[in-house]
């Protein structure tokens, strides 16, 4: 398994540009996530899904929009960039057992946005 | 509602030094608590998780006890070393819903 796996590890953006981050985990599971993580922060929820079709706003999901048309993948849509928005992004997905829940994270990516 | 609140950082010990990172939490229900390790330019990594009071979880040397009388889950090794040198998460997922709530993080430097 490779876990969750995200694209691309690094990006420079200019203000007003727009991109995806993508993301895409191969434990089938339902649920997934897009964090942010600033400097010396800990991590802000922007958006989750707990299955295919099915998205929801987090604590911080302005400037951003999602999409979950498969259990794999779960990109992350900046459309106006602008520089607030540059941040370390985590994508993470996670299963329940037993009434259990526990993230798996991927790697991050770096955006900058000038 | 739920949140997290963990010590201020960052922390810097000596190698062989003993380690505590406090952790308190607010939430409805019985939720499931968890640290998280971050080490430089990677991911978060889950270290150890207690879903039930009086849970010890435990992982390469790592001890936290949950503590729902205190609402508590602080993070303790005995002798730490050059290598535990990273950021630490502590986080709650409530028992009903499926979102995580993260703390701000416990930067920790450890020198030999």
């Given at each position: 398994?490779?876990g969750v ?87 993470a997905s ?9 993230q798996y994270f ?9 | ?112």
């Open positions: 398994n490779a796996t995200q694209t691309p590890k690094f990006r420079i953006l200019k203000i007003g540009q727009s991109m995806t981050l993508q993301c895409t985990q191969d434990m089938n599971h339902n649920y997934m996530y897009w964090y942010r993580q600033d400097p010396g922060m800990g991590l802000k929820l922007i958006y989750y899904s707990v299955g295919a079709g099915i998205t929801d706003k987090g604590e911080v999901p302005n400037g951003y929009n999602v999409s979950r048309s498969t259990t794999e993948d779960f990109p992350l849509r900046l459309e106006l960039a602008a520089p607030s928005q540059t941040s370390v992004y985590f994508c996670s299963y329940v057992a037993g009434g259990e829940y526990e991927g790697p991050g990516t770096r955006l900058t946005v000038t | 509602g739920n949140s997290v609140t963990q010590m201020e950082g960052p922390v810097t010990l000596s190698e062989e030094a003993f380690l505590t990172i406090n952790c308190t939490y607010t939430a409805t229900g019985y939720p499931s608590l968890f640290w998280y390790v971050q080490y430089p330019g990677e991911g978060l990594q889950l270290l150890l998780k207690a879903t039930k009071a009086d849970d010890k979880g435990s992982n390469k040397g790592f001890e936290a006890t949950y503590r729902k009388e205190t609402t508590s889950f602080h993070l303790e090794k005995g002798s730490v070393q050059v290598s535990d040198s990273a950021v630490y998460f502590c986080a709650l997922s409530p028992s009903t819903g499926n979102q995580f709530y993260f703390g701000t993080g416990t930067s920790l430097t450890v020198i030999p």
